[in-house]
């Protein structure tokens, strides 16, 4: 009888060794895909920024060169 409780217990604690194992590997793939994760979402608001940028300059240099000189106008 005491060997039998003895073996639960074992089995018990290996289950939790192998689920403990699990959630460590898992936390460790995660902390490595987490910078992927954000640079990604860093890129995605550069890209929409910098286009929303582009198109407000470009606007804005269009209605301003009647009015401004080439020198003047804020082109780059």
Do not use: K
């Not at 689920?19 to 898992?26: A, F, H, Q, S, V």
């Not at 550069?46 to 106008?73: E, K, M």
Request: proline residues 4%.
């Amino acid at each position: 009888m005491e060997s039998s409780r003895e073996f639960n217990f074992n089995a018990a604690f290996l289950e939790l060794s192998r689920r403990e194992n699990c959630l460590r590997g898992l936390t460790t793939l995660l902390h490595c895909l987490l910078p992927c994760i954000q640079v990604i979402r860093s890129w995605n608001q550069f890209l929409r920024y910098s286009t929303l940028q582009v198109y407000h300059c470009a606007i804005v240099n269009v209605h301003a060169l009647p009015a401004l000189g080439p020198d003047q106008a804020n082109i780059r």
